[in-house]
C-alpha cells in the first residue's frame, strides 16, 4: 500500500498528516497538499495503488490551510475542491 509513501525524505504521508492535524500546522498542511500535487503531476505511478487515499489527504491538507486562513485565501478551497481535476490538468499540460 503506497500510503506508506515517503512524504520528505522518509516520512510516511499518513504520519506526516496525523502530525499535521495534531498540531493544526498551517506550513505542515501546506507541505503536504503541495507534495501531494506535485507527485500527482509529475510522478503519478509513484501513487497509483492508492491514488483515492492520498488525494483525499491532499484535499483535506489543502481544506485545513483554508480554514486555518479564516476563509480569506480561497485558492485553498479551491484546491481542496478540485484536487484530483487540477492534477489531471496539469498533467495533460505536461505531456503536451
Do not use: K
Not at 495503488?49 to 485558492?75: F, K, L, N
Amino acid at each position: 500500500m503506497s500510503t506508506s509513501a515517503t512524504f520528505g525524505r522518509h516520512e510516511s504521508i499518513v504520519l506526516a498528516y496525523a502530525e499535521a492535524r495534531a498540531r493544526y500546522d498551517f506550513i505542515r498542511f501546506q507541505r503536504i497538499g503541495d507534495w501531494v500535487l506535485w507527485v500527482g503531476v509529475c510522478y503519478p505511478g509513484f501513487i497509483q495503488q492508492d491514488r483515492h487515499i492520498i488525494e483525499t489527504i491532499g484535499r483535506r491538507s489543502y481544506d485545513a490551510c483554508y480554514r486555518i486562513t479564516g476563509g480569506s485565501w480561497v485558492i485553498y478551497e479551491e484546491l481542496a475542491d478540485e484536487l484530483p481535476a487540477i492534477v489531471e490538468e496539469l498533467r495533460n499540460v505536461r505531456a503536451g
